[in-house]
């Protein structure tokens, strides 16, 4: 069966663009991979919806769409009372190969990339980032027109405001119709006479400028942001490309992300795992006590419910893991030797003898007589 992008998003075919960008926000919140690890199902349906939204967040594409996509030939064609003739199914079948926005719509320029350095708890909690960019902009003698102020832009004589050429040629299957992007006009449909001063008729200019950016909770290192339409300026008035923000998330010192968790690797002595310790432990929001019982054995794990990152567009936060692990001491005094020795008489344990000289070269090595 074909697909319906409106039933995909859940909105009417008369939907607002507002309306249709409310519904995809509230959908990919839902569907997004990191929502669904695993969920194959999820993953699809969060293609659908993205392709849904690309396809009718687009003016131009939702028009083509609407006539002719699976669901919109109702809406013209043989049949429905409007005229339906050659140049129309001569742009259902061919003009995708001049953009998704179509022949002698507004120009297209390309996409930016930018990266963002944020620290652990930053990207954790989210915040707001100032991003300097330098970048084309709309020129602001001609508000990005490419003419000169009082003046407009003309049809293209060459191609009538079309954008594209078209030639006819006879062939042994009848008659072949090929096009091409208007060489005069670039595909554009339109010439400018009296080129703006400033920007020499492309109708931007390169220029610095500080973009502010809203980083969601709970981002993680090596993730994107698109910033729609903050992109680069296209040239003389068209839709601007988007900004793509890549996150990298500086080493925490005493801390390591793994998911939605944090963990906190900390080493004990021998006595404090064997009696037990109540240890301070630093998290992304000041310290807390962990409680290690006694008998604590190498690589136990402790978790502290909700210390750890919020989870992206979602609710929920992950935990904290205090992993220790028991330091066995390398060197000894000799009361400490004879202390261990001892122990391990009353444990009934076998232990190697000390050897011959040990614990007196071990008392000179402390000064002691």
């Known amino acids: 069966m074909p697909t319906d992008y409106y039933a995909v998003l859940g909105v009417e075919r008369s939907a607002t663009e507002d309306e249709i960008k409310r519904a995809y926000r509230a959908l990919a919140r839902e569907l997004h991979p990191d929502q669904n690890h695993g969920d194959v199902a999820a993953e699809e349906r969060f293609k659908e919806v993205s392709v849904a939204y690309e396809t009718l967040r687009d003016p131009e594409r939702r028009r083509r769409y609407d006539t002719f ?132 008729g492309d109708g931007r200019v390169r220029r610095a400028r ?48 793994h998911g939605f968790d944090l963990v906190h690797r900390r080493a004990l002595a021998l006595t404090q795992a064997a009696l037990g310790v109540v240890l301070e432990v630093e998290t992304l929001e000041g310290p807390v006590d962990v409680e290690v019982p006694a008998g604590t054995q190498p690589r136990e794990v402790f978790r502290v419910k909700g210390r750890g990152v919020p989870v992206l567009q979602g609710r929920g936060r992950g935990d904290l893991l205090v992993v220790v692990d028991v330091e066995v001491p390398r060197r000894l005094s000799a009361e400490e030797v004879d202390l261990l020795t001892r122990l391990a008489e009353l444990r009934g344990e076998a232990v190697s003898p000390p050897e011959p000289g040990f614990l007196s070269r071990l008392r000179s090595a402390f000064g002691e007589r």
């Open 69 to 200: 996509g699976d669901t919109g030939r109702g809406g013209a064609g043989p049949g429905s009372g409007e005229a339906f003739g050659f140049g129309d199914i001569f742009d259902a079948f061919f003009s995708g190969s001049f953009g998704a926005r179509g022949p002698a719509g507004p120009p297209q320029t390309l996409d930016a990339e930018a990266v963002i350095d944020l620290e652990l708890a930053e990207a954790a909690f989210g915040c707001t980032q100032l991003l300097a960019v330098d970048l084309p902009s709309a020129c602001d003698a001609c508000d990005g027109s490419g003419c000169a102020p009082g003046t407009h832009p003309a049809t293209c004589t060459s191609c009538a405001g079309s954008g594209e050429v078209r030639e006819v040629r006879r062939s042994i299957f009848g008659q072949l119709v090929t096009a091409a992007a208007c060489p005069t006009c670039r595909g554009l449909g339109r010439t400018i006479p009296d080129p703006c001063p400033e920007c020499r």
């Open 210 to 257: 500080e973009i502010e950016v809203e980083i969601p909770a709970g981002i993680d290192d090596g993730q994107r942001l698109r910033l729609a339409g903050r992109g680069p300026a296209a040239p003389q008035g068209g839709l601007p490309g988007d900004l793509y923000v890549t996150i990298r998330v500086r080493a925490h010192p005493t801390l390591e992300r």
